[in-house]
């Protein structure tokens, strides 16, 4: 049973450049065809698709949030991770890795339970 | 890019059946076939319920259907039951980049 687990720094002050990680268990992470993505929920609100990559390491971002996003692969450890630059108060939220299937952009068919990541002084 | 539209709120009583319905654009919805829904219970992460418009994952019930005409997909639950009391998020493929809804809170009477 394929398995995602976030973990990240919880509290980061506003400014700083935050990285978390998603550690993949019960598959391999370098499986052909499989992508790897990022979503995040600030506290009672929507979801926002953050960005996808694969094993390869070809990324696909938001748009919106392309110039303070990178996503990266480590095929050794099983893991991606998330790194968001020069955070402020509207990046809390909660941080969701999960896997898109069908492509970048596809359904997302596996989640991590999430870790919340707080912004604040 | 602006999130889909979803009603904030809708609400049911048992073994009735609601719609959910999720408004988009040319350019996300009416354009692909690649709109899908999650039920998220408070706390927990989403799960996806539809994927493609109206396929159900293994596991799924079969009280729950999407289907999707033009612009707009809509998430149907049929014998509502007190379990599937939850926020629904739907979430479309945009043409290099993916859109949720804002949410729906479903909430059994």
């Known amino acids: 049973q394929l398995q995602l687990q976030e973990s990240g720094p919880g509290l980061v002050k506003p400014s700083e450049t935050p990285s978390l990680t998603c550690t993949v268990s019960?598959?391999?992470?370098?499986?052909?065809?499989?992508?790897w993505g990022w979503i995040r929920q600030p506290p009672g609100k929507g979801l926002e698709w953050i960005g996808s990559?694969?094993?390869?390491?070809?990324?696909y971002y938001n748009p919106s949030l392309k110039s303070r996003v990178t996503i990266s692969v480590d095929t050794s450890k099983n893991q991606f991770s998330l790194k968001l630059v020069s955070v402020t108060a509207a990046d809390t939220a909660v941080y969701y890795c999960?896997?898109?299937?069908?492509?970048?952009?596809?359904?997302?068919?596996?989640w991590g339970q999430g870790t919340l990541v707080t912004v604040s002084s | 890019q602006s999130a889909l539209t979803q009603p904030a709120s809708v609400s049911g009583s048992p073994g009735q059946s609601i719609t959910i319905s999720c408004t988009g654009t040319s350019s996300d919805v009416g354009s692909y076939n690649f709109v899908s829904w999650y039920q998220q219970h408070p706390g927990k992460a989403p799960k996806l319920m539809i994927y493609?418009?109206?396929k159900r994952p293994s596991g799924v019930s079969n009280r729950f259907s999407g289907s999707k005409s033009g612009n707009t997909a809509s998430l149907t639950i049929s014998g509502l039951q007190a379990e599937d009391e939850a926020d629904y998020y739907c979430c479309s493929y945009a043409g290099s980049h993916v859109v949720f809804g804002g949410g729906t809170k479903l909430t059994v009477l």
């Open positions: 493609d418009v109206s």
């Open positions: 019960g598959d391999s992470i370098s499986t052909s065809g499989y992508y």
């Open positions: 990559i694969y094993y390869s390491g070809s990324t």
């Open positions: 999960a896997r898109p299937r069908g492509g970048a952009y596809g359904y997302f068919d596996y």
